[in-house]
């Protein structure tokens, strides 16, 4: 087995930096309502690299709303990644 090598999760620091800190952002109470807004869909949006690092696998979410936010995109992006590949099958039949 060998390592991985550096070139190819080279943006992997950032994709973990930009969470904590969009993470930082929607808990932090004193965060306007409209940044938080913001800072929802770029969160998101790092999920599939982060779950491709296994970053999920290695560390827990403590805050609940956080983590159930986390928890039901994952879902919702497998669920979307199934009726995906339903539908090509059925396309090629």
């Known amino acids: 087995m060998t390592l991985p090598s550096s070139a190819s999760f080279a943006s992997s620091p950032d994709a973990l930096t930009e ?3 969009h993470a930082q952002l929607m808990l932090d109470p004193a965060t306007p309502e409209p940044m938080r807004r913001q800072a929802e869909p770029r969160l998101l949006s790092l999920l599939p ?3 491709a690092l296994g970053v999920f ?3 827990a979410i403590r805050d609940p709303a956080l983590q159930a936010l986390v928890r039901d995109e994952l879902a919702a992006a497998v669920s979307r990644h199934a009726s995906g590949a339903e539908t090509a099958e059925k396309a090629e039949a």
């Open 19 to 21: 969470f904590v800190v």
């Open 49 to 51: 690299t982060l779950q």
């Open 57 to 59: 696998e290695l560390f």
